[in-house]
């Protein structure tokens, strides 16, 4: 949940930037937006791709113990051959 609040936040900061940009189009550019957005973005989008290789080879392992777990072969029980004997001989 954490990387995926430091993605989205990296996606609205890059926004705010390239509002920044586009509003010199406009004739009201605001540098500041331009600044804090590439900072952030970059920061925010930077934390998440770290953040998720730190912890990608935990959730890979829980993640194949499950499957090993579901996919394993049971164990064969001992067949009784007690039906097969014949009695009282």
Do not use: Q
Not at 51 to 57: D, I
């Amino acid at each position: 949940m954490f990387i995926l609040l430091l993605s989205m936040g990296c996606v609205i900061s890059y926004g705010y930037a390239l509002a920044g940009y586009i509003g010199y189009s406009l004739g009201a550019g605001r540098p500041d937006y331009i600044a804090w957005g590439l900072t952030l973005g970059t920061l925010c989008g930077g934390a998440a791709l770290w953040f998720w290789k730190k912890w990608l080879p935990c959730f890979y392992i829980e993640e194949e113990r499950a499957h090993e777990e579901e996919h394993a072969p049971e164990k064969e029980k001992p067949r009784d051959d007690s039906e097969n004997k014949i009695s009282g001989l």
